[in-house]
């Protein structure tokens, strides 16, 4: 099954392509950064260099398979590009990445754009939180 979403993305198959999409495939859930995947690699005994991961990221990204989040937290997320738009949450002080989608916020944006008299082509929204303090 993997294999063939790497030939529909018009990419070769190789065991490091192959062992990247599994583990982004089956954290589906999940924002990882090439460190997240290069340690997953290495407790799978994989003998796959980060720098690997990084060309491998940018391949998949290229193809459509992944879509890159640069959040302020410096590193780069990557998430498997599901095809349907959500937006993201990040904690400063964990790191945790949620998603969500909120009909009024697209709503909001689409109209803001058409005041001043355009359409949204695309948007990405981060909000960056904190747990909020039980006093
Ligand atoms: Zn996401």
């Known amino acids: 099954m993997e294999s063939s979403n790497l030939k529909d993305a018009g990419l070769k198959v190789t065991h490091p392509r192959k062992r990247i ?31 690997t991961v990084y060309r491998v990221l940018n391949q998949f990204e290229s193809a459509g398979l992944v879509e890159k989040h640069n959040f302020e937290s410096g590193q780069a997320y990557y998430e498997l590009d599901s ?19 909120s009909a009024e916020i697209e709503a909001a944006q689409k109209k803001i754009a058409a005041e001043h008299g355009y359409e949204i082509e695309d948007h990405s929204l981060v909000i960056y939180v904190r747990p909020k303090s039980k006093s």
């Open 21 to 51: 999409l599994d583990i982004l495939e089956t954290q589906r859930n999940k924002h990882l950064t090439a460190d997240d995947i290069y340690r997953c690699l290495i407790e799978a005994k994989e003998d796959i260099g980060l720098a």
């Open 83 to 101: 095809g349907e738009h959500h937006d993201h949450m990040v904690c400063v002080e964990t790191g945790k990445v949620i998603e969500f989608v």
